[in-house]
């Protein structure tokens, strides 16, 4: 039996190429195309699909995000993340936020079909750039993942698109308590003057790259 995919991409013209490319292989089965994360969200939940494609920038929220959710929703489920989207920040945030694989969009379809099937298959996939990515954060003493944890990179990041912690805190799943102890701990921690203070230091270090600022948050 084939396995079930959902394709989670806004770009007609690309999510329609995926459609083509990928169902004439007989060991898929393109089962919904969606355009929005809502969309993709609704249509995970309909097919519970062995393997979810999903592009990091979406017009209703984040691809990062969408794929957060449903991995708290569904641990199981495999998602691959096909994405323009190549700096350490964001490669690093797919690898440790439990993606099963990472393709960049300039690859050549050999290698998206052989990560696709790898994913579906239950295994990982990801391209020489994220681990490329990887060993320089790695190296680097002053590396992001280094001064703040995963959750308060995104909380830092949403902080940075001007969400309020009420908003913050219905994104990520979060009480309003959590949300704010967590920003007052940032800013204590790192010696800054306030909330400007932690936008800036976030911004200077890319967080504001690993949300999307439009819409304020992402209504599922």
């Not at 990515?133 to 590396?143: P, Q, V």
């Not at 912690?165 to 800054?192: C, D, F, M, P, W």
């Not at 203070?197 to 690993?210: N, Q, T, Y």
């Amino acid at each position: 039996m084939p396995a079930t995919v959902v394709i989670v991409e806004d770009q007609r013209m690309f999510r329609e190429l995926l459609q083509s490319m990928l169902g004439d292989s007989s060991e898929l089965e393109i089962v919904e195309l969606a355009s929005t994360a809502k969309h993709g969200w609704e249509a995970c939940m309909t097919h519970r699909p062995d393997l979810v494609l999903i592009d990091l920038r979406l017009p209703d929220g984040s691809g990062l995000e969408l794929g957060m959710r449903l991995k708290r929703q569904f641990p199981n489920m495999p998602l691959l993340a096909v994405t323009s989207l190549i700096d350490p920040i964001t490669t690093n945030q797919v690898f440790e936020s439990g993606f099963h694989g990472y393709v960049e969009k300039d690859q050549s379809y050999e290698v998206l079909l052989e990560a696709v099937l790898t994913v579906a298959e239950g295994g990982f996939y990801f391209t020489q750039l994220v681990r490329e990515n990887r060993k320089r954060i790695f190296n680097d003493e002053n590396a992001v993942n280094k001064i703040l944890s995963h959750r308060e990179q995104l909380i830092v990041g949403h902080l940075c698109g001007s969400q309020t912690n009420k908003q913050i805190a219905q994104t990520l799943g979060l009480s309003l308590r959590t949300v704010e102890n967590h920003r007052y701990r940032i800013i204590k921690r790192l010696g800054l003057q306030g909330s400007d203070a932690l936008v800036e230091f976030g911004r200077k270090l890319g967080l504001d790259r690993l949300v999307e600022s439009e819409p304020p948050h992402l209504e599922l």
